[in-house]
């Protein structure tokens, strides 16, 4: 068999390369080729939406088995506060173990309990700055709750969902709050109709962020004003809250 080759003349050859070397070459920018990673801030938001979706479907998980959310603290038989509702649910964020090791009958800051301060999950620790980060390697946290008559949380009560009455998506569970406590501790925003509650919450970088009882997150670039934030806090206020004021 004779293989034949195939050459190409020399005056065809310099008009191919001449052909390719003045057709417009069309370059991609790489932003255009790959999504841009989002800024620090925006990574920090995205971060704690995650960590409130989980605490979230936490309490979901608690209230199917329990039939009811985690009352804000854990008490003694005289009803004394002695671990707060983060320590509840820790069994259904996968920390069953470290939940076993905690004295349920004994305070936060007992000589046991205090311990276990240093060993807070990471889903309670609030991303963002190098402040931020240094408060979870202390065990402080700023997922908190408002606890008061007609909230999502009342003291001594563990309510159930059926009794938001304004909707589990009108309703806030948790929120990001102003001030850090330790995460065992049963120290929660009290909520007072009368006040401003917008006072006790805090930023994640440059945005509010707040976890609603049907487990969605609103992040919010500017408060709603108290009037609409006092009837997202109330559970069964039969307030109106405009359509604009629920968006994330």
Do not use: C
Not at 65 to 86: C, I
């Amino acid at each position: 068999m004779v293989r034949r080759s195939f050459l190409v003349p020399p005056a065809v050859l310099g008009s191919l390369v001449l052909f390719f070397a003045l057709r417009p070459v069309m370059l991609v920018p790489l932003a255009a080729q790959q999504p841009s990673p989002p800024e620090g801030d925006e990574i920090a938001v995205v971060d704690s939406a995650n960590n409130l979706k989980k605490i979230l479907l936490a309490l979901h998980n608690y209230h199917d088995v329990f039939g009811s959310l985690p009352p804000p603290a854990l008490t003694d038989k005289a009803d004394k506060p002695l671990l707060s509702w983060r320590v509840a649910i820790l069994p259904y964020l996968e920390h069953e173990h470290l939940y076993r090791e905690f004295k349920l009958d004994e305070p936060w800051d007992s000589e046991h309990n205090k311990k276990l301060i240093g060993r807070m999950p990471k889903v309670y620790a609030t991303p963002g700055t190098k402040e931020e980060a240094e408060l979870g390697l202390i065990g402080l946290t700023r997922y908190r709750v408002f606890v008061g008559k007609g909230a999502a949380w009342e003291h001594g009560k563990k309510l159930k969902f059926t009794e938001f009455g304004d909707g589990l998506s009108n309703t806030w569970l948790v929120v990001v709050a102003k001030e850090a406590v330790p995460w065992t501790k049963p120290d929660e925003l009290l909520y007072d109709p009368k006040k401003d509650p917008s006072e006790s919450l805090g930023k994640i970088a440059t945005h509010w962020q707040v976890g609603m009882s049907d487990g969605s997150i609103h992040t919010f670039r500017k408060l709603p004003d108290a009037k609409i934030i006092h009837g997202f806090i109330t559970r069964d206020g039969r307030e109106v809250i405009p359509f604009k004021d629920k968006q994330e």
